[in-house]
């Protein structure tokens, strides 16, 4: 998930260090040395906490390796945490220097400080050598019996480097990640998931017995636990549940009722419901998505609220937030059409939210709500950044595409960026004409036709649609974008019956320069001379097949076909019969209807892949986990009995969830104050004083809403 960046140091997380030494390194080295050497252990301490600075700033200090090995025997607890952490760092960048200390590192697995043993199991895990698996196996298998959850957490982590290592040791490794996973401590329950979900994500066999267990202690679990526990449910429920499924008589307010669910499903559905508050984002995300792909229909409108209100966190979680909602919105737009006014702009975004919030904007228009969003896309059109006026501007075309009888508006507002003295306004401001205006004017008004982008709206007349051409012949030597311009030329060979003087002289200014073109602006240039050809075949025959000439001899081989093609169909004075039935039906091929627009191109569907993951942030399948797991077959869904508790002759490795068993947290955190602050969740009724749309746009988030 995105907002796991705060966990991970569980696993392997080592970053390569900058091969190049900058002079402070160098400057410090001596200093460095002689603290380490030094008998003071405060002169230690300060050596040690020298390196990690210089070790934060990216440069390679791991020739200090054998001088900080020698300090996790030291009698002081500091500078011993101190080394273990810039041990941990470079124990996979050194395996050769660590190699040589795994005995310290063992005698450290009885420490009397749980921190010290579960630092010196990390180290030897991360030690990746065949040699010493052994080793680091007797040593995970000690650790998993520690005393401390910490420490059994730490041996549930370094079951991944070891299967990392050698994958055959991998039945062993089961065997105590299942012990791990029975475990009476909440904080080794996370570690384990973790393990599992790294060495086998989609073996339900580890989750059956404990799924009860689970989701009945999930809220008491760290908020890193919650959601790797989260998501694997998710993906559990989808592979062993019936897929709840409803009419959409919700979307309109009647009243329906809930249909029966697998009441361990609904026991799921609950408690991610009751995460949905949490005040950790990835929590949030985590619920809402076990919600959105387990849910039934009736219970999506319950994640829009939470998800709403992380959007007025700090920027990083509400760009993370913004893109789950798109990708919501892609699949379930209506949910969200209500809390519009949530997405205008605010005046401390940044250029990135803004632009997430045009788009998001713009998947939520409809007729009802039109008119208001083309008054808060029109303030973006002029904004200082280009990157966010061409997306205000690429929002109100999408937006007049459902206007209805505001169409025309939008259109309007379109045209006048076309004076921008921005040439990427100008460029976004043209293709979305391009767009709004190929299918005007209507030929028959009376006509209805579902698929025009301006569905049953008041639509401009021929003269109207005429001036909008002219003015964008205006910005047309402007335009530098060659998809801008060919796109543009092919609008032109489109509406050449209704402009063929204009046409012709914008054929004749290409032509002289046809060879410098780009070939985009090439194909668009010999279309728009057949198309002419066809209207005007006395005045432009000849200037024709002088561009058909100059692309049969183009280096592009798609030209040189296309000009061919054109030439034997349309001016080639070898006449058959069969070209001559063509000629006289070339309008229907040079003319034909256009597809409808597909708007949502950018977007990633949530139904494709799995919200809050880098696959859905950079809209392209990075991992296959990222992709939405499919809903079993119900014939072949297992017996709710697999998921009966499991009775352990050991009781005490039984995942007890009935009692609140805080003695794990106060062994390594130690005793409970007498005096606790209970931490609140986030309420989101603030959110209901904005769905008033008579109300007053609100620009601002409000100042308490984080007063915790």
Not at 34 to 46: F, G, P, R
């Amino acid at each position: 998930m995105l907002f796991r960046s705060d966990y991970t140091s569980f696993g392997n997380n080592y970053i390569e260090p900058k091969e190049e030494a900058s002079t402070l390194s160098i400057d410090l080295a001596p200093t460095i040395t002689q603290n380490l050497q030094s008998t003071k252990v405060k002169d230690k301490i300060l050596g040690v906490k020298t390196l990690l600075a210089v070790m934060s700033k990216g440069e390679d200090v791991k020739e200090f390796f054998p001088l900080v090995v020698q300090e996790i025997t030291s009698e002081d607890d500091t500078l011993r945490h101190l080394a273990y952490v810039y041990l941990v760092h470079y124990a996979e960048a050194d395996p050769d220097s660590a190699l040589m200390s795994v005995n310290t590192f063992q005698r450290s697995l009885s420490d009397s400080d749980p921190c010290v043993r579960a630092m010196a199991l990390k180290i030897l895990s991360s030690i990746r050598s065949q040699e010493i698996i052994e080793i680091v196996m007797d040593a995970v298998q000690t650790c998993s019996r520690d005393m401390s959850p910490y420490v059994r957490k730490a041996a549930a982590l370094a079951l991944i480097k070891i299967y990392e290592t050698d994958a055959d040791c991998l039945e062993q490794i089961l065997v105590i990640l299942k012990k791990l996973l029975f475990d009476n401590s909440v904080i080794t329950v996370s570690g384990a998931l973790y393990a599992l979900l790294r060495i086998k994500p989609d073996d339900d066999s580890f989750l059956h017995p404990i799924f009860r267990p689970l989701v009945n202690a999930i809220g008491r679990l760290d908020p890193w636990g919650q959601t790797i526990a989260l998501n694997m449910l998710q993906r559990y429920a989808r592979r062993n549940f019936k897929r709840p499924t409803a009419t959409d008589e919700w979307l309109i307010g009647d009243n329906v009722e809930e249909e029966e669910i697998d009441q361990d499903l609904s026991m799921l559905l609950k408690s991610a419901k009751s995460l949905t508050n949490s005040i950790i984002p990835s929590v949030t995300l985590a619920a809402c998505s076990v919600i959105f792909y387990c849910g039934p229909p009736y219970m999506l409108q319950t994640i829009t609220k939470p998800m709403i209100r992380l959007i007025y966190a700090e920027s990083s979680t509400a760009y993370a937030a913004l893109q789950a909602i798109s990708s919501f919105i892609a699949d379930s737009p209506e949910i969200f059409v209500p809390h519009i006014r949530h997405f205008f702009i605010s005046v401390d975004d940044t250029n990135q939210l803004k632009i997430l919030k045009l788009q998001i904007l713009s998947q939520l228009a409809r007729p009802s709500n039109s008119e208001i969003l083309i008054k808060e896309l029109a303030l973006h059109i002029h904004d200082y950044d280009h990157d966010v006026a061409s997306a205000a501007v690429k929002a109100i075309g999408r937006t007049a595409s459902y206007a209805g009888d505001a169409a025309v508006s939008c259109i309007n507002v379109i045209v006048k960026m076309l004076s921008s003295p921005s040439i990427a306004v100008v460029s976004q401001a043209v293709q979305m004409l391009c767009i709004l205006l190929r299918p005007l004017p209507k030929e028959n008004k009376e006509e209805d036709d579902d698929t025009d982008i301006l569905n049953k709206a008041e639509t401009m007349d021929k003269d109207e649609v005429i001036s909008v051409l002219n003015k964008l012949l205006g910005v047309f030597t402007k335009i530098d974008d060659p998809e801008t311009k060919a796109s543009l030329i092919s609008l032109i060979g489109d509406k050449a019956r209704l402009i063929p003087l204009q046409a012709h002289e914008v054929l004749r200014q290409l032509a002289i320069t046809f060879t410098q073109l780009e070939i985009a602006i090439k194909m668009e240039t010999v279309n728009l001379a057949a198309k002419l050809l066809v209207i005007r075949p006395n005045e432009v025959s000849t200037l024709t097949r002088y561009i058909f000439t100059l692309g049969f001899y183009d280096p592009d081989i798609d030209l040189r076909d296309r000009s061919r093609l054109l030439h034997q169909l349309l001016t080639s004075p070898q006449q058959s019969q069969f070209i001559n039935n063509v000629r006289q039906r070339s309008p229907e091929f040079l003319f034909p209807n256009k597809p409808t627009v597909v708007w949502d191109g950018e977007v990633t569907h949530a139904s494709e892949i799995v919200v809050g993951t880098f696959s859905q942030f950079f809209h392209r399948l990075i991992d296959k986990s990222s992709t939405v797991q499919e809903w079993e077959d119900p014939s072949k869904l297992p017996d709710p009995s697999v998921r009966n508790e499991v009775v352990i002759e050991n009781p005490e490795e039984a995942l007890q969830i009935e009692q609140d068993n805080d003695d794990d947290l106060e062994t390594f955190f130690g005793p409970r104050k007498t005096t606790t602050t209970q931490i609140k969740t986030i309420d989101s009724s603030f959110l209901d004083e904005y769905e008033n749309p008579d109300e007053e746009i609100i620009k601002n988030k409000p100042d308490d809403l984080f007063d915790l």
